[in-house]
């Protein structure tokens, strides 16, 4: 058969399997944008600064950190992480690199759209062809650097093998809850499953139990090959992104066992921003922070205005690269005629979350999960032909990088039970502005969205029950149980805005949370494609020196001092630092 003739026949195929033509195509282009695009080239960027940097990791003789990017395949952490590696070796540190070599079963980079098929994935894993092009592709960018790079595999051994398969015998909620030397193996290895199937329960997947179990396959072998890599090689600091998941989470697990500080990173909502944080994955220290570290702020007029067009531009991502809404209308009749509820009446907005997302156990939570808070409110509201609830479903379920396979409209729809009339559904694909909706309703309820930051400093009331960053700032009302929550919901309708007083403190937050919690790195430029963003066209070594960069500064001291990961944005901008 001829190379045209086969392609015409491939391609007939693939039509008539529409999926399956789609799977190949983004497949293709994932792994074609990662070989070509997705890396930094490293020699080419250093080319000019050739001397420099081989001077710089010569006398490199700092602290020792370890940078665990774990998974090569995930291109942002490559990019953001290779920059931390240069930049740390300018400032004299000694830096090393951790890469998963290929013997994981299961990794974050496991999901539906690359293994659309479980029981395939269960059978070869992601060797057959994911881990091909992810560690080597990782390990080369890193060695051209001239940065020692560190394998998993190196670090499992025979006994680590024998223990997991014996572990397996065990039934899975037993599992679920294991420990081994005090690093939570279960909870990661279930948030591993859970994002690999974009679910939060895996009770309707058949091969579920079997994706978790591989899942605590690979957190085991991490927890153990890591602890023995960290005890050996005595690193001062740990530094990775996510914090969660696997490989990730249990890094951090295996870190804090031997008392060693972790630092995590993620990307923020603001363009060339990033969120770091100490000790864990921001999803928990960004709820435990200390109060003080913002409550004796004092605003200026120019920084209200800030903080003011920042918010706004919230409504149309114009300032923010991870954003969800698309074409978003605001006018008081699009909302009516996509509500459907009664404009004489209170309007109360309830905001959901992705199901599967960053599902870990939160002590502050006053209900075991979202669906068991909606329905209780659902419930609630059937009682309350006063008031009318209007659930907002997350557009992420639909436009997030991995798309929700479990769905609140679907979940409510499975329930059984018709909606009461004084409640109304909003779905993830309607164009309404979430914020304008919000904007109409007297109060809202959360569960872990951030949106409460911006709500609250906006004078907005809001009732907290789930984990969000809100909680516990003495601005919003958090219930702690759901007979609780049920008493707060008695309270409704409020009728006016926050006070002036709580509104103030509220609007402190929002600038401390969006302005410096999410810190600037002005050599990091937007860009189309995975990652989303990337070193400027101009970018020298230097660029990356110390003070060259006033937020990559924080970003380096706190990783090798544990100062705060605080960027004074107040004093950059020419006014003094207040902390």
Known sequence: MSRKSWKANAREQLEKIPW???????????WYWARRKGYPDWPGLLEADLPLWRKSLGSASGPRVLIATAVGAYLPGNTMESVLAVALTLRKARVEVFLCDGVLPACLDCHNLWFPNPRSFLKKGPQAWLCGSCYPLSERMYRGLGVPVEGLGSWVRPADWESMKSLLQRPSEELRAYHDNGMAVGEHALAGALRYYARAT?????????????????????????????AEKK????????????????????????????????????????????????????????????????????????????????????????????????????????????????????????????????????????????????????????????????????????????????????????????????????????????????????????????????????????????????????????????????????????????RRRARLYAYHFFFRRMIPLSFMEPRPGDPPYGLGSKFRLMDLGPGADPGLDVVCDGILTGSPFVYHAE???????VI
């Open 571 to 577: 004093a950059v901008r020419g006014r003094s630092a």
């Open 202 to 230: 895996l009770e309707s997947e058949p091969e579920g139990d079997a994706v978790f179990r591989k899942y605590f396959e690979a957190a085991f072998l991490t927890a153990r090959a890591v602890r023995r890599l960290l």
């Open 235 to 502: 690193y001062d600091r740990v530094v990775f992104n996510h914090g969660i998941y696997v490989p990730q989470g249990l890094i951090g697990e295996a870190a804090r066992s031997l008392g060693i500080p972790v630092v995590n990173w993620n990307p923020a909502y603001r363009k060339k921003c990033f969120i770091f944080s100490h000790g864990d994955s921001y999803h928990h220290t960004l709820m435990a922070e200390p109060t003080d570290v913002w409550e004796t702020l004092s605003l200026t007029e120019e920084q209200d205005r800030e903080l003011d067009n920042y918010l706004k531009s919230r409504w149309y991502g114009s300032q923010d690269w991870i954003w969800f809404h698309e074409n978003p209308r605001f006018s008081e009749n699009d909302i009516r005629r996509a509500v459907g509820a009664d404009p004489s009446k209170p309007w109360i907005d309830l905001l959901t979350n992705v199901l599967w997302d960053a599902q870990l156990h939160y002590p502050a939570n006053a209900f075991p999960n979202l669906l068991d808070w909606l329905f209780l409110t659902i419930d609630y509201f059937a009682e309350r032909p006063d008031l009318q609830l209007i659930i907002r479903v997350h557009p992420a379920e639909i436009r997030g990088t991995l798309p929700s396979r479990q769905r609140i409209v679907e979940e409510v729809r499975r329930r059984g039970r018709p909606l009461p009339p004084n409640v109304f559904l909003v779905g993830p694909e309607s164009p309404v502005s979430t914020y304008a909706l919000m904007e109409r309703c007297d109060s809202v309820l959360i569960f872990g969205t951030k949106t409460g930051v911006e709500l609250t400093s906006q004078g907005k009331p809001v009732i907290v029950a789930g984990e969000a960053w809100i909680r516990g700032k003495g601005l919003t009302w958090d219930a702690r149980s759901p007979s609780h929550y049920r008493e707060l919901l008695d309270r409704l309708p409020i009728g006016a805005p926050l006070p002036p007083e709580q």
């Open 20 to 30: 399956i033509g789609l799977w190949v195509r983004w497949v293709y282009r994932r």
